[in-house]
């Protein structure tokens, strides 16, 4: 007779295993979501922080224009910004890489992202143009190799032409100010 003590035993175990893993599982799936909700989706970890820009040789947008290449990044601090003239949030930064450029706070280059040259040449006559070099990566091979997630995303260069700083998404004013200025003029030094 003790053997089906033994099987009611069991089985009673069995019964509670499935609620449990249910419970469990349904643990792990909020505290992902928690520690998600924790980061800031401007500040994605990037592998080239602190390292060598990627070596690239971009065609000029501009017919006769200069392209942009990797060398034209060493030697001084500079901003790359990469854009297109479909993203909307590259209409919201662009008045402040206006004001970069005007002031001359540091030389800002641009790569016309998986866009045409027709589009993006509109968009820098409606706007205007800061760039002191623009590359055409219309096929957004260039992009992949700087880890490029979407646009617009600007990099801060050293003198070294290593990126020490990556923004996601539009420059915003107060992290213009409060984060790239000083850093771009600390490099400078």
């Not at 070294?160 to 000083?182: A, F, H």
Request: with cysteine; charged share 20%; glycine share 10%.
């Amino acid at each position: 007779m003790s053997a089906p003590a033994d099987s009611a035993a069991t089985g009673g175990g069995r019964r509670y295993l499935l609620p449990a893993l249910v419970v469990a599982l349904f643990a792990v799936i909020v505290a992902f979501f928690f520690v998600g909700l924790s980061h800031d989706p401007r500040k994605l970890p990037s592998a080239l922080l602190d390292r060598p820009a990627p070596p690239f040789d971009l065609p000029p947008l501009h017919e006769g224009g200069p392209g942009l290449k990797t060398a034209d990044l060493k030697g001084q601090v500079a901003l790359v910004n990469v854009f297109a003239s479909w993203c909307v949030p590259c209409r919201v930064e662009h008045p402040l890489l206006m004001r970069l450029a005007k002031e001359n706070a540091v030389p800002v280059y641009g790569i016309a992202w998986k866009d045409t040259r027709a589009n993006a040449d509109a968009f820098l006559r409606e706007l205007g143009n800061p760039y002191g070099r623009i590359g055409f990566d219309g096929s957004g091979r260039v992009g992949i190799d700087w880890g490029v997630y979407g646009v617009p995303e600007t990099y801060v260069i050293d003198r070294e032409g290593r990126i020490r700083y990556k923004v996601v998404g539009p420059i915003m004013p107060q992290e213009l100010n409060e984060t790239l200025l000083p850093l771009i003029e600390k490099l400078k030094k």
